[in-house]
């Protein structure tokens, strides 16, 4: 079957999906996104990437393309119309379509979205997890805004690359303080050697990962201690375990930093468990802002 797109009010083959050279996502990166996981059908933690959604239009002043009920009607059709049982659906809101000029249009442009949807590998990513990743460093050298969820992705884009070549799975990015923010694509955690699970505490320098944001409260719910703080790279090649978080790889322990073996060089059980919790509620259509164990 070939794949359906959406853009600007119209569904239509992906491949004959067309937006216009005067777009602001093209033109500046002037746009922001989301991606959402979808398993069994079902599209996971819809409201809280919706909600983070919302902030990242408000924080670019960019206004809603459409009501918040419109656009779930749009995203479920998407994910029926491409039968997409696991997979990602990606949403993208630019600014709109204008003449290239650097300040904002006046008048303001309609807001343009734009949804692809296509099949994600669970056997794949599942076999990666019980594996294990490796994880290269590299300095941070994302704008000062990377809280927001824009399509400005190039330093992301090059960070990745960067650890393909070093035949990493992903790159933690480091701060002037040698401290890790975050992934090029994932939230960064470790686990310390007393048992607590350690991530960076949101603020400009990190995006609100929806994922990371489930994974605490489950950990919270299973008697973990959770310390939202800044960690060296040296303090995570000491840690118990590591492992990533995000709406593309779930939970997923690394093995490795810098070609270091982290713990005992295997995917440890608290990464494990996380990832068994979170995907045994997410499967069963549990409402991860409140499951319980």
């Not at 939970?251 to 995907?279: E, N, W």
Request: one cysteine or more; charged letters at 20%.
């Amino acid at each position: 079957m070939s794949r359906i797109a959406y853009v600007d009010g119209r569904y239509g083959p992906h491949q004959q999906a067309r937006v216009s050279i005067d777009d602001r996502a093209y033109v500046f990166a002037d746009g922001v996104y989301e991606v959402a996981a979808v398993l069994g059908g079902r599209l996971i933690d819809l409201e809280p990437h919706l909600d983070r959604l919302d902030r990242s239009l408000a924080e670019m002043r960019i206004a809603r393309p459409m009501s918040r009920p419109a656009l779930v009607l749009v995203m479920r059709e998407l994910v029926r119309r491409n039968r997409l049982k696991n997979g990602l659906l990606y949403l993208q809101v630019s600014r709109g379509v204008a003449r290239r000029e650097h300040a904002f249009p006046v008048p303001a442009p309609r807001p343009v979205l734009v949804m692809t949807a296509r099949p994600f590998d669970l056997a794949a990513a599942e076999r990666r997890a019980g594996q294990g990743v490796s994880v290269l460093t590299l300095p941070d050298i994302r704008w000062g805004r990377p809280d927001i969820k824009t399509v400005c992705l190039l330093p992301n884009v090059l960070a990745k690359q960067a650890a393909r070549e070093a035949g990493a799975y992903e790159a933690w990015l480091v701060d002037a303080g040698g401290c890790v923010t975050e992934g090029s694509s994932t939230n960064a955690w470790i686990v310390d050697g007393e048992g607590r699970l350690v991530t960076r505490a949101l603020s400009q320098a990190i995006l609100p990962g929806v994922t990371r944001g489930s994974i605490a409260r489950i950990a919270a719910q299973s008697g973990l201690v959770v310390v939202e703080r800044p960690f060296t790279v040296a303090e995570a090649i000491a840690a118990r375990e590591a492992f990533v978080t995000s709406a593309t790889s779930f939970v997923t322990p690394v093995i490795s930093i810098d070609g270091q073996k982290i713990g005992s060089g295997v995917p440890g059980p608290v990464a494990l468990g996380l990832r068994r919790h979170y995907m045994t509620a997410v499967s069963a259509g549990a409402d991860t802002t409140r499951v319980e164990f």
